[in-house]
T-cell receptor, first 113, second 114 residues
Framework: DQQVKQNSPSLSVQEGRISILNCDYT??????FLWYKKYPAEGPTFLIS?????DKNEDGRFTVFLNKSAKHLSLHIVPSQPGDSAVYFC????????????FGAGTILRVKS | SAVISQKPSRDICQRGTSLTIQCQVD?????MFWYRQQPGQSLTLIAT?????????ESGFVIDKFPISRPNLTFSTLTVSNMSPEDSSIYLC???????????FGQGTRLTVV
């Protein structure tokens, strides 16, 4: 039972353009969502998060959008840079049960220069 | 954010043996977690390490296979017992600091069982 789904295994984007990574979830009790970036041989690095009471959160080049009715969130990176090339994981939690994270399968982002 | 050190960073082990992974944090943290990432898979929570008491395991994970200790607020260990090739994975320590809602991860331990 995959509660968090990232249906695109990979995405290729030209440098300077926008990268859009998508994530869907099935558990309506999730109330906190996060995006992590992971380089090979490193642990995941926290990027940005959003609470279910919001529909948008922005931090520099990174913006996360949440559509609760559709159970969908997306991460926008603009402009994309070659250093953004990594695996991006979407994660969700139900804060009633602490911060146990349920992860999606990840999307490999390649930014071409 | 807290600085998390995991040891070892990688190891190759014989089947039937056990490996203990250490997670050290440079500050006291509220919660510590252990995750596993099998090859080509996403991260899966193994257990929450509770200070001074038994860890809380997720479905599919048991204490006999993955004993966990957390003697204080900055240190935890995960042991992978009686290893088989199916245990080959990256094991990750994660921490949550007081007042924060985003968890941070160590660099992981890449385990290969032969």
């Amino acid at each position: 039972d995959q509660q968090v789904k990232q249906n695109s295994p990979s995405l290729s984007v030209q440098e300077g353009r926008i990268s859009i990574l998508n994530c869907d979830y099935t558990n309506s009790m999730f109330d906190y969502f996060l995006w992590y970036k992971k380089y090979p041989a490193e642990g995941p690095t926290f990027l940005i998060s959003i609470s279910s009471i919001k529909d948008k959160n922005e931090d520099g080049r990174f913006t996360v959008f949440l559509n609760k009715s559709a159970k969908h969130l997306s991460l926008h990176i603009v402009p994309s840079q070659p250093g953004d090339s990594a695996v991006y994981f979407c994660a969700a939690s139900d804060l009633r049960y602490g911060n146990k994270l349920v992860f999606g399968a990840g999307t490999i982002l390649r930014v071409k220069s | 954010s807290a600085v998390i050190s995991q040891k070892p960073s990688r190891d190759i082990c014989q089947r039937g043996t056990s490996l203990t992974i250490q997670c050290q944090v440079d500050s006291q943290v509220t919660m510590m977690f252990w995750y596993r990432q099998q090859p080509g898979q996403s991260l899966t929570l193994i257990a929450t390490a509770n200070q001074g008491s038994e860890a809380t395991y997720e479905s599919g994970f048991v204490i006999d296979k993955f004993p966990i200790s957390r003697p204080n607020l900055t240190f935890s260990t995960l042991t992978v017992s009686n290893m088989s090739p199916e245990d080959s994975s990256i094991y990750l320590c994660s921490v949550l600091e007081s007042g924060r809602t985003e968890a941070f991860f160590g660099q992981g331990t890449r385990l290969t069982v032969v």
